[in-house]
């Protein structure tokens, strides 16, 4: 009886190692979902090849622009921490430093 028991289950392994791991018709629509959404969300998909130059900024602002995108990335702005705690009334101790007794 439990000789009977193990080549059952050796067997049903070994049937089921002989299975596909993933049924074809998941591996046909592979990538579907991102392809739709990046057509969905191209407005021109051919603007790469219009050769025409912008027209809503002039060269020397654009390059302007460009400049202080790239230098907002060199050093990251600190916190203003004055601001915690003032404002009208309220009593309260944040941002004064002291003890309180």
Do not use: W
Request: neutral net charge; hydrophobic residues 35%.
């Amino acid at each position: 009886m439990k000789n009977s028991m193990l080549v059952l289950i050796g067997s049903t392994l070994l049937v089921a190692g002989c299975g596909t791991t993933t049924p074809t018709v998941l591996d046909s629509q592979m990538g579907k979902s991102v392809e739709i959404a990046k057509a969905q969300q191209t407005v021109n998909p051919q603007a790469s090849m219009d050769s025409r130059p912008v027209e809503m900024i002039d060269g020397k602002s654009a390059d302007a622009l460009v400049d202080r995108y790239h230098k907002s990335f060199e050093k990251p702005t600190s916190p203003n921490i004055f601001t915690i705690g003032v404002g009208g009334g309220g009593g309260s101790t944040l941002g004064t430093g002291g003890s309180s007794k």
